[in-house]
């Protein structure tokens, strides 16, 4: 069964540090998505990542893959209240049934 | 370039009644995936259409069904409404199939069901 973790599930922390969100995935798949969620907003898709090793950097946000170790990463990089958000990470996974399965999400809170 | 978009926003309805959702991709996108969120269930994927075609399903019962029209708008259909049907649905589009692909995401249809 494909299962996506992220964690942590809350993240607060100071404007100006640097923290990382960790995404592990139970099966084999070479594609993993990032969104945002602002509250009571729709998703908006952050990055798409196709292979091992790779690796995507938008602002303060960089992103990264590990297809071996089943671990994608979502770096922020001193952090602005603006990124305060709710950061879901997706596996999805076609061989056999085809699965697209989202993670429990990670609810940031940047304090100035 | 208008983004994607869905009608209704704001939906209710009662159990055992049946409802239709509207999604219109970006222009010259030809796939359409939706999605439902609840605050129990988190976020799920349905469907994916692409080239009037499902490519993809989720796992929920056949109650949830979809489809998509030339012009590559698309509606999903829930029947036989459930209190457990309230949600968040979403649906975005991309350029080809989905897989792989950055996706744009509508605002939502927000259904409530008493």
């Known amino acids: 069964e494909l299962k996506v973790e992220q964690n942590p599930l809350f993240l607060s922390m100071q404007e100006g540090k640097n923290y990382t969100i960790y995404c592990n995935y139970s099966?084999?798949?070479?594609?993993l998505y990032w969104y945002r969620q602002d509250p009571g907003k729709s998703l908006e898709s952050l990055f798409v990542?196709?292979?091992?090793?790779a690796v995507k950097q938008e602002g303060r946000l960089m992103a990264s893959l590990d297809t071996k170790a089943r671990l994608s990463t979502l770096h922020i990089t001193a952090a602005v209240h603006d990124l305060s958000a709710t950061y879901f990470c997706?596996?999805?996974?076609?061989?056999?049934?085809?699965?697209?399965?989202f993670g429990t999400g990670t609810r940031l809170k940047v304090l100035a | 370039k208008a983004g994607v978009t869905q009608t209704p926003r704001y939906l209710i309805k009662t159990r055992g009644q049946q409802v239709t959702l509207s999604c219109s991709p970006i222009?010259?996108?030809?796939?359409v995936s939706w999605y439902q969120q609840t605050p129990g269930q988190g976020l799920q994927f349905l469907f994916e259409?692409?080239?009037?075609?499902?490519?993809n399903k989720g796992n929920f019962p056949g109650r949830f069904s979809g489809r998509q029209f030339s012009n590559s708008r698309s509606e999903m259909n829930v029947s036989t409404l459930e209190l457990g049907d309230s949600a968040l649905y979403l649906c975005?589009?991309?350029?080809?199939?989905?897989?792989?692909?950055?996706?744009?995401f509508g605002p939502g249809t927000r259904l409530l069901v008493l």
């Open positions: 259409y692409f080239s009037e075609t499902q490519r």
């Open positions: 990542l196709l292979s091992n090793g």
């Open positions: 099966t084999t798949s070479d594609r």
């Open positions: 975005a589009s991309s350029l080809g199939a989905s897989g792989g692909k950055t996706q744009y």
């Open positions: 997706a596996v999805d996974c076609t061989s056999g049934t085809y699965k697209y399965i």
């Open positions: 222009s010259g996108h030809r796939s």
